[in-house]
């Protein structure tokens, strides 16, 4: 099992490389980790490799940078061969209100982790994972989104619509893929406990460690699920919130409790 994950540093991502360690130890398994902290993946790939004797190599880097990302790809294709499974996991989020002209700076930060990131991401695996499936060799790319780009949210106008526009990106993706052989999964999280989520001043309903969440979404994975929401108690309410008319929502979601503004760079 070789798998590639962004965003790796911390939070779903450091749980998502923790869960492929275990689950496949012993079988060969070798995991790429790119975020920007260097330090804290050197962290991570030390303990990865210490509990579980797994290849592993790091990779600092900045998913707004497709060039990085190119090169990332180039060596762990070189190092490891095609990978099974990429992740696009980097995310970033901030309160914003379009009446702030000093928060035009953090929606295009959101805009360019969020959704370009992902592109930046996927893009030089796709040809290798082509040329790979013509053996039989299916390959997956999974992009992590929210339940927050279901419906937009007061004060997370950033955050929503650029998680709105990964859903949408990744159902293209998914249907472009399909021509050759390789699967798409689009992973909505609700509530996960992360270092971005610490910071909410608002009660989260049906908050999940995680470790949890990152088995599940493994699990999805391997079931080759299309779109998924966890946990599955989010999945409903995230039925529930498309089926509310605009007129209600107005009335349901203007005195919600904004997000955390939060310094991006």
Excluded at 45 to 56: G, M, P, S, V
Excluded at 143 to 157: D, F, K, N
Excluded at 206 to 215: G, S, T, V
Aim: aromatic residues 8%; contains cysteine.
């Amino acid at each position: 099992m070789k798998v590639f994950i962004t965003g790796a540093s911390s939070g779903i991502g450091e749980a998502l490389a923790h869960e492929y360690a275990q689950r496949y130890r012993g079988e060969g398994v070798a995991i790429g980790l790119a975020a920007r902290r260097a330090d804290a993946l050197t962290a991570l790939k030390d303990t990865l490799q210490r509990q579980y004797a797994i290849d592993c190599k790091i990779y600092p880097l900045d998913v707004r940078h497709s060039n990085a990302l190119s090169l990332a790809a180039a060596d762990f294709i070189a190092q490891f061969g095609v990978p099974d499974v990429v992740i696009a996991n980097a995310g970033v989020s901030s309160g914003t209100l379009t009446e702030n002209m000093e928060d035009t700076a953090a929606f295009q930060i959101v805009f360019d982790i969020n959704v370009l990131g992902m592109v930046h991401t996927f893009q030089p695996f796709i040809q290798a994972m082509r040329e790979a499936g013509s053996t039989g060799r299916r390959a997956h790319l999974v992009g992590i989104a929210s339940v927050a780009g279901i419906r937009g949210l007061p004060g997370a106008g950033a955050y929503s619509a650029s998680k709105a526009a990964a859903i949408a990106y990744l159902e293209s993706l998914r249907v472009e893929m399909l021509h050759h052989g390789i699967a798409v999964t689009t992973i909505a999280p609700g509530y996960i406990r992360t270092p971005m989520t610490a910071i909410n001043p608002y009660r989260m309903p049906f908050l999940m460690e995680a470790n949890i969440a990152a088995h599940k979404f493994v699990n999805a994975i391997e079931a080759k699920r299309r779109f998924v929401v966890i946990p599955w108690q989010m999945g409903w309410v995230a039925r529930l919130m498309r089926l509310i008319p605009p007129v209600l929502w107005d009335c349901l979601a203007k005195n919600a409790p904004h997000k955390s503004r939060v310094h991006l760079d």
